[in-house]
Nanobody, 117 residues
Framework: QVQLVESGGGLVQPGGSLRLSCAASRSISSIYVMGWYRQAPGKQRELVATRTTGGSANYADSVSGRFTISRDNAKNTVYLQMNSLKPEDTAVYYC???????????WGQGTQVTVSL
């Protein structure tokens, strides 16, 4: 079964905002890192933002200052608030989770974000 489920994607005008959510199954335990990657047509998948259980965050330079990642550890949920969106932000956004002891990685199926008039 799908263990990471994204929601919140859609079509938005340049300068607008979207909020993405990703809920991990409670069967996934000891999640250390949750975050978001994205992939535009013809390009490699790239990191957008991640956040550890302890609260440390990492952002791509292209989104720093515009996007904010947050987590609700009790709910195994991660969010991505995207403001001041640009056409170059258009991509499929994938939720990511990594556990510790043992180390395992999980990927969501992706949600489309399109920034256009």
């Amino acid at each position: 079964q799908v263990q990471l489920v994204e929601s919140g994607g859609g079509l938005v005008q340049p300068g607008g905002s979207l909020r993405l959510s990703c809920a991990a199954s409670r069967s996934i335990s000891s999640i250390y890192v949750m975050g978001w990657y994205r992939q535009a047509p013809g390009k490699q998948r790239e990191l957008v933002a991640t956040r550890t259980t302890g609260g440390s965050a990492n952002y791509a330079d292209s989104v720093s200052g515009r996007f904010t990642i947050s987590r609700d550890n009790a709910k195994n949920t991660v969010y991505l608030q995207m403001n001041s969106l640009k056409p170059e932000d258009t991509a499929v956004y994938y939720c990511y989770a990594r556990t510790s002891g043992p180390r395992e990685e999980y990927w969501g199926q992706g949600t489309q974000v399109t920034v256009s008039l």
